[in-house]
């Protein structure tokens, strides 16, 4: 059984007897058995309610292709004629990074079926992301210097939690298999 690996001794006994069921979340605590309904039938549902957000980030994914190439056609045909002003650029790069964005949540919904984990470092850098979108379209002309501030310092939390993560990942991996052999 494959949660018993990650048990201890004491509570491999007391889950001997059950099976588990596909609809795990175990990043909850809520680990989900055959033998409990009521968790069982909470989990299906947490499971259609993240697919439907799959269905949903979908549509969010086309309308928002369709808005970078509206915006786009919008612009090139507003006078003066097929020429774009550095508004109107920074107007469609707005639009085309929020594409991306959607694009990283929907691979980060896809992640989190198949493993029934959240991955930390591709939310980590779907925040990223949306926010080198802000400070890619921020007119500095029209914002306040504590707002700019407060970018900075998110964006600096948000590299250095990237950074984290990365750096220690290859460690809790090594620690992880050590911890798996010895018990083997």
Known sequence: MEIQADLGEEQQGKYAGMKRDHDTHEE?????????????GLSRIIRLAVRFSLYSMTFVIVWGVWDVVWVLCERLMAPPF?????????????????????????????????????????VIATALMAIARKVIV??????????????????LALSVSYWLLHKTAPLAWVAARKAKDERA
């Open 28 to 40: 909850f605590g809520l680990s989900s058995f055959q033998d409990d309904k009521l968790i069982s």
């Open 82 to 122: 097929m020429l774009l002003e550095i508004t109107d650029i920074l107007a469609t790069f707005s639009a085309f990074m929020a594409v991306l964005i959607a694009i990283e949540i929907f691979i980060n919904i896809v992640m989190y079926l198949k493993d029934n984990v959240i991955h930390v470092n591709l």
């Open 138 to 155: 921020l007119d500095t002309a029209h914002v306040e210097s504590a707002y700019i501030f407060a970018i900075a310092a998110v964006v």
